[in-house]
């Protein structure tokens, strides 16, 4: 596996709360709509973050990062501390190894 077991993430969770069998499971089902930021559950972007970890720390960052998103993706940011919690860790990982290009979540 190439995966990343990240338990600080993990324990962002809401308790009970478990992936699916990851992301190639929603590929299979073309009636769902796995993608649109619905935030399904409290700490999640849309489905397909449900479905691994790693596809919820992508799906965050990749909101975040694409400029005709990002104001939903703040909206969300803002309104659920879990996510927020979530997009801190990230930032904080990548602003330790990059030299800070990651941004604070501000309201737009």
């Known amino acids: 596996s190439m995966t990343y077991d990240w338990p600080e993430w ?22 769902t709509d796995y993608y649109s930021p619905v935030h399904p559950e409290k700490g999640f972007m849309n489905l397909y973050s449900m479905t691994g970890d790693e596809e919820d720390r992508c799906e965050i960052l990749a909101f975040y990062l694409t ?19 979530k997009y801190s860790l990230l930032a ?15 309201p737009q």
Do not use: C, Q, W
């Open 10 to 31: 993990n324990k962002l969770n809401i308790a009970g709360f478990e992936y699916g069998s990851g992301g190639a499971s929603a590929y299979a089902d073309i009636t």
């Open 67 to 85: 400029d005709s998103e990002r104001n939903k993706a703040v909206e969300l940011l803002l309104s659920d501390h879990i996510l927020m919690e």
């Open 92 to 106: 904080n990982l990548i602003n330790n190894i990059t030299g800070d290009i990651i941004l604070p979540v501000e």
